[in-house]
């Protein structure tokens, strides 16, 4: 589900990548990013790290264990019997796993500890500038004349793939997907006409946009993102049932006790209103926000109740 872009760290604070977590010592605490490193979720955990270590007075590594859609990384946590194990994960590619792998030995809302909302973001609807359309009605009707038409993603069970399949089945509309295996070659495509629409990242789109490449009809999110407030969310535009937030929340290892959950959440919180990693995570387009371990765990259910019901309406498949 995840945009591979490049991040490079300054913060010469935080250990990366070289401790496995069955060599956990004490006053060290693992912030495992289940996705290779340039992920949002490693951005996060790349941010925050410097003043969660200087917070809570213990050493912050952060490793990242990229493999099978997260699921190499998050069963590591799982696993773990280090109680000072956090993970950071991107909520929809997560709940989705088990509607995909009937098999799997992990579920998020059973196999870890709740910690945290972190961040959120808006994935926005766009279309080739040769489309002939300038409004999201004009968008739905286009649509309803052509529903032989293709959208684009980075391949199957991705965020582009759902939000797109969300937004037809609660409009009554029909598309045909073209999966790609990257996102670049899925915009390339895009803005040579060859395909009529894909949902992007808002922070990826809008440059797009302001260079003429591409127009943008409207967010994902049930109201304006803060940081773009000249882009409309669809629900306003005719889409009264459409919602979809692209969101990451923080879990730990099952070993971790309600009071060791309770700081980490505090820690949490007091690192994302520094200036610094606010000012950072902002510019990629993040809001900012945490929540109790319940109201966590609540989300997630309801996410995964969502995107089951999108999965199997649109028979969607992994490759």
Same mark, same amino acid.
């Given at each position: 589900?995840?945009?591979?872009?490049?991040?490079?760290?300054?913060?010469?604070?935080?250990?990366?990548?070289?401790?496995?977590?069955?060599?956990?010592?004490?006053?060290?605490?693992?912030?495992?990013?289940?996705?290779?490193?340039?992920?949002?979720?490693?951005?996060?955990?790349?941010?925050?790290?410097?003043?969660?270590?200087?917070?809570?007075?213990? *050493?912050? /590594?952060?490793?990242?264990?990229? &493999?099978?859609?997260? =699921? @190499? %990384?998050?069963?590591?946590?799982?696993?773990?019997?280090?109680?000072?194990?956090?993970?950071?994960?991107?909520?929809?590619?997560?709940?989705?796993?088990?509607?995909?792998?009937?098999?799997?030995?992990?579920?998020?809302?059973?196999?870890?500890?709740?910690?945290?909302?972190?961040?959120?973001?808006?994935?926005?609807?766009?279309?080739?500038?040769?489309?002939?359309?300038?409004?999201?009605?004009?968008?739905?009707?286009?649509?309803?004349?052509?529903?032989?038409?293709?959208?684009?993603?980075?391949?199957?069970?991705?965020?582009?793939?759902?939000?797109?399949?969300?937004?037809?089945?609660?409009?009554?509309?029909?598309?045909?997907?073209?999966?790609?295996?990257?996102?670049?070659?899925?915009?390339?495509?895009?803005?040579?006409?060859?395909?009529?629409?894909?949902?992007?990242?808002?922070? *990826?789109? /809008?440059?797009?946009?302001?260079? &003429?490449?591409?127009? =943008? @009809? %409207?967010?994902?999110?049930?109201?304006?993102?803060?940081?773009?407030?000249?882009?409309?969310?669809?629900?306003?535009?005719?889409?009264?049932?459409?919602?979809?937030?692209?969101?990451?929340?923080?879990?730990?290892?099952?070993?971790?006790?309600?009071?060791?959950?309770?700081?980490?959440?505090?820690?949490?919180?007091?690192?994302?209103?520094?200036?610094?990693?606010?000012?950072?995570?902002?510019?990629?387009?993040?809001?900012?926000?945490?929540?109790?371990?319940?109201?966590?765990?609540?989300?997630?259910?309801?996410?995964?109740?969502?995107?089951?019901?999108?999965?199997?309406?649109?028979?969607?498949?992994?490759?």
């Amino acid at each position: 589900m995840l945009n591979r872009r490049t991040f490079l760290s300054s913060a010469a604070a935080i250990a990366c990548c070289a401790t496995p977590l069955a060599n956990a010592q004490k006053n060290v605490i693992h912030l495992l990013i289940p996705f290779s490193a340039g992920t949002t979720p490693d951005l996060l955990a790349r941010a925050i790290g410097p003043v969660l270590q200087e917070r809570l007075g213990s *050493t912050v /590594v952060v490793e990242n264990k990229a &493999g099978a859609s997260g =699921i @190499l %990384g998050m069963r590591s946590v799982a696993q773990s019997g280090d109680p000072s194990t956090l993970m950071i994960v991107p909520v929809t590619t997560a709940v989705t796993l088990p509607h995909f792998y009937k098999d799997l030995d992990i579920d998020l809302l059973r196999s870890f500890t709740p910690i945290t909302h972190l961040a959120s973001n808006s994935f926005v609807l766009v279309v080739n500038n040769s489309l002939p359309v300038n409004s999201f009605a004009d968008f739905v009707q286009w649509v309803r004349n052509n529903p032989g038409s293709f959208y684009a993603s980075p391949d199957n069970g991705t965020d582009h793939h759902l939000f797109m399949e969300l937004l037809l089945q609660s409009l009554g509309l029909k598309m045909q997907h073209a999966p790609y295996k990257r996102t670049a070659p899925a915009i390339n495509d895009l803005i040579a006409g060859q395909i009529a629409a894909m949902f992007l990242p808002i922070q *990826t789109a /809008v440059p797009l946009r302001d260079g &003429g490449r591409l127009k =943008i @009809l %409207g967010s994902s999110l049930r109201n304006r993102h803060p940081g773009f407030p000249d882009i409309p969310a669809l629900a306003e535009l005719g889409a009264k049932d459409f919602h979809a937030e692209p969101w990451f929340g923080v879990w730990g290892s099952p070993k971790m006790t309600g009071e060791q959950a309770d700081r980490f959440r505090a820690a949490l919180a007091y690192a994302i209103e520094q200036p610094a990693v606010s000012s950072t995570l902002s510019k990629q387009g993040l809001i900012l926000r945490t929540s109790s371990g319940v109201e966590l765990n609540r989300r997630a259910k309801e996410e995964s109740d969502t995107w089951s019901r999108v999965i199997k309406a649109a028979n969607i498949k992994p490759e």
